[in-house]
Every structure is written in C-alpha cells, then in structure tokens.
C-alpha cells in the first residue's frame, strides 16, 4: 500500500472519529444545561472547549459564552478546525483519496454526515443542535458498521487504528476535564450537581448501561474513572484503546512483514497500562496521569507516522 493511502485512510478514521466525539460531546452538554437539576449554564460549555482544547480559539472569534455560541462554534463554524463541519470536510477529503478502497456503504455514511453540515450556518436553537448532532452521530455509526462489515485487510486496519489513536486522546480529555474543572465553584463533591455530570460523562461515552453492570454501589465517582481508564470491556476506555492500537499495528506488521517504533510503544504502554490501578492512579494524581497518557497518545501518533511514512 502507497503511503499516502495509508496516510488518508488513517486520517479518516481520526476525523470521523473526532467528529463523532465532538457530536457526543455537544449532545450531553446540552442535556446537562437544559435536563439537568442545576443548569451547567456557561461552566458547562466552559468545560466542553476545555475538553477540545480550543477555549483561546472561542474567545478570539466569539462574544458571551452561551449555548447558541459554543454549539456553533463547535458544530458550523468553517474558521475553527476542530469543529464537527471542518473535521468532516477534512474526512471527506480523505475518504475521497481512497474512494475505491472503500465500499459503497462507508463511503455514504462519511459524505451523509458532511452533507448534514453542509450550508448550515447555525445550529438554531437547542432543538435543532440535538437534531443536528443525532444525524452526525447515526452516520459515524453507520461508518464503523460499514468498516466492520469491510474486508479485514490493510483498509480497514488503517482507519481503525486512526479511530483508537483519536478515541483514546478524547477519552482522557474528557476525564481530566471532568475530573478537575467542571464542578461550578461552591459546590459539593457529591452533590446534585457533581452527580450530574459524572452521569453526563458516562453518557457522552455511550456507558451509563455498561456502568450499572459492572458497578452495583450506585454512581462513584471512582467507579467511573476506573471504568473509563481501565475496564477493556468498554470500547471508550483507555484499556481498550491501547489494547485496540497493539492488534491494529501487530495486523499491519504481519502483512508489511516487518515491527516498527509504534509497534514497540504500543505494546510498552499496553503492558504498563495492564499494571494500572484505577485507585492507584486517583491516589497518586489523576490529571498528572492523564496528561502523561495524552502526551504519550501523541508521541504515538508520531511514530506511526514515521513508521509508515505519512510525512
């Protein structure tokens, strides 16, 4: 395979999965302003560009903080690239790069998703944000349905390991956000509010099903963390992101014939994550921890790229 066909198909799998992430995200924080107790009001679309990265971007482009400006800005807006349309522009151009690579069903759900954002300007009220992020987050499902239902060859490895590189990058976003920012100032550990989002956490990681089956006490605080860093059985966990990029890699060099530096990395943080203990981790320093896992995913991304020659 060309290089640059492994290029665009691995840069399709992160876009379509960041603008799936992005749609879940928009989503819960919505229901978590309007369903909620407690509205999360402009804390709680704080938190959302927190967890993208993109709060000094918002705040040179924007105005006053309120759902209408952040859900645009984090769906429409063209100026921003880590918008929901510009990650689909961007997926699209490289799913057109491999047309003939992929079927018919996958190549419809990327360019039915774009078409749901093309010529949209605005989300237009709480109403049709939902309805906008639902139609995203029914074709990004469509898309791995598609790519799971796809030949199990080089095609497919290469988009899933751009979909596990990404996913576990948000994963991690999302929980030292949650974990550190977005409880409003003057509320309680515990309280009301704090449950609310640990829910809203959950939902947006499509988990709130899975947690009250592995987890009888209720809603813990710690019982999230340790499901979202460390129970493979969910497929948004860090455990199952790391143990999903080691089979994509060790696929690839089965076929290409040869082991590379993703290969090793992949597996050393496989095996240090397998020795990871959620309490552990809480006890010595969450957020340290999730920025070094962060920085590691990125250090990962790179290697990839020089492994199979992207650049």
């Not at 996913?167 to 977005?182: F, G, S």
């Not at 994550?273 to 920025?291: E, F, K, N, W």
Request: overall charge positive; hydrophobic content about 45%.
């Amino acid at each position: 395979m060309l290089s640059r066909t492994a290029s665009s198909l691995y840069w399709l799998g992160r876009y379509f999965e960041r603008a799936d992430f992005i749609a879940r995200l928009v989503e819960a924080t919505v229901r978590l302003d309007v369903l909620s107790s407690r509205p999360a009001g402009a804390e709680g679309w704080a938190s959302a560009l927190a967890v993208l990265d993109c709060a000094p971007a918002f705040d040179a482009s924007e105005g006053e903080m309120t759902q209408e400006s952040v859900a645009r800005f984090l769906t429409l807006d063209r100026s921003h690239p880590a918008s929901i349309v510009r990650c689909l522009d961007m997926a699209r151009t490289n799913a057109k790069a491999v047309r003939t690579a992929l079927t018919r069903e996958a190549w419809t759900a990327v360019n039915a998703a774009w078409l749901a954002c093309d010529n949209r300007a605005s989300p237009q009220g709480t109403t049709a944000t939902l309805g906008l992020v639902e139609a995203i987050k029914t074709e990004t499902r469509g898309f791995e349905g598609a790519v799971h239902r796809m030949l199990r060859n080089q095609t497919t490895w290469f988009i899933r390991l751009g979909q596990t590189v990404e996913r576990a990058d948000n994963t991690a976003r999302l929980l030292d956000v949650k974990y550190h920012i977005l409880l409003p100032q003057g509320e309680r550990v515990g309280g009301v509010v704090d449950r609310d989002q640990w829910t809203t956490i959950l939902h947006t990681v499509s988990a709130v099903t899975a947690y009250r089956w592995l987890y009888s006490e209720g809603l813990r605080p710690a019982n999230v963390i340790d499901l979202l860093i460390a129970r493979a059985e969910l497929p948004r966990s860090l455990a199952a992101s790391v143990e999903e990029a080691v089979d994509m890699l060790g696929l690839l060099a089965k076929r290409t014939g040869h082991h590379g530096e993703a290969d090793r990395m992949a597996r050393m943080r496989s095996a240090r994550l397998a020795r990871t203990r959620s309490g552990q981790v809480i006890a010595s320093g969450l957020h340290q921890y999730l920025q070094a896992f962060i920085h590691e995913n990125d250090l990962l991304h790179g290697a990839i790229g020089r492994q199979f020659k992207f650049h």
